[in-house]
């Protein structure tokens, strides 16, 4: 099976799980959320609503967006603001890509194998980071 071939294919509303394995601090985080993929004016807008579970302490709501632009092959996706974050291959099932923020260093690794259910797997390290964030989707 290859993944989503169009940033279409993943328009609409998502649930999502999601667990941070912080080895810095020994924690285990989780968080319940959805996110949603819009069209916008010339890209799409992705919104994520979280409830972040620390240990010991009490849940916290987040939220987050990142603009997505549509190519023949790749969805380009950017930070709110407009600056680049990484590259999502279309038409494979386990596209991958690297995003430099010195000192840090961000490595994504999608899994579309069960599609329309997805995950992606990032990995972080730096001087002040070392955590792997596991997110699973499921349609809404």
Same mark, same amino acid.
């Given at each position: 099976?290859?993944?989503?071939? %169009? #940033?279409?294919?993943?328009?609409?509303?998502? +649930?999502?799980?999601?667990? #941070? &394995?912080? /080895?810095?601090?020994?924690?285990?985080? %989780?968080?319940? @959320?959805?996110?949603?993929?819009?069209?916008?004016?010339?890209?799409?807008?992705?919104?994520?609503?979280?409830?972040? $579970?620390?240990? @010991? $302490? $009490?849940?916290?709501?987040?939220? =987050? =967006?990142?603009?997505?632009?549509?190519?023949?092959? *790749? #969805?380009? #996706? *950017?930070?709110?603001? @407009?600056?680049?974050?990484?590259?999502?291959?279309?038409? $494979?099932?386990?596209?991958?890509?690297? *995003?430099?923020?010195?000192?840090? +260093?961000?490595?994504?690794?999608? &899994?579309? +194998?069960?599609?329309?259910?997805?995950?992606? %797997?990032?990995?972080? +390290?730096?001087?002040?980071?070392?955590?792997?964030? %596991?997110?699973?989707?499921?349609? /809404?």
């Amino acid at each position: 099976m290859t993944g989503p071939e %169009r #940033i279409e294919d993943f328009e609409g509303g998502w +649930s999502l799980s999601r667990v #941070i &394995d912080d /080895r810095l601090s020994g924690q285990v985080l %989780r968080a319940k @959320g959805t996110a949603t993929l819009r069209r916008g004016e010339g890209e799409y807008v992705y919104d994520e609503e979280v409830v972040l $579970q620390v240990p @010991g $302490q $009490q849940p916290m709501r987040g939220t =987050r =967006r990142y603009l997505w632009r549509g190519a023949a092959d *790749h #969805i380009a #996706i *950017h930070f709110e603001d @407009g600056r680049f974050f990484h590259n999502l291959a279309l038409g $494979q099932a386990h596209p991958a890509d690297h *995003h430099d923020c010195p000192p840090d +260093s961000y490595d994504a690794a999608y &899994d579309f +194998s069960t599609w329309p259910r997805w995950s992606v %797997r990032w990995t972080v +390290s730096g001087p002040r980071k070392s955590y792997e964030m %596991r997110t699973e989707f499921t349609p /809404r």
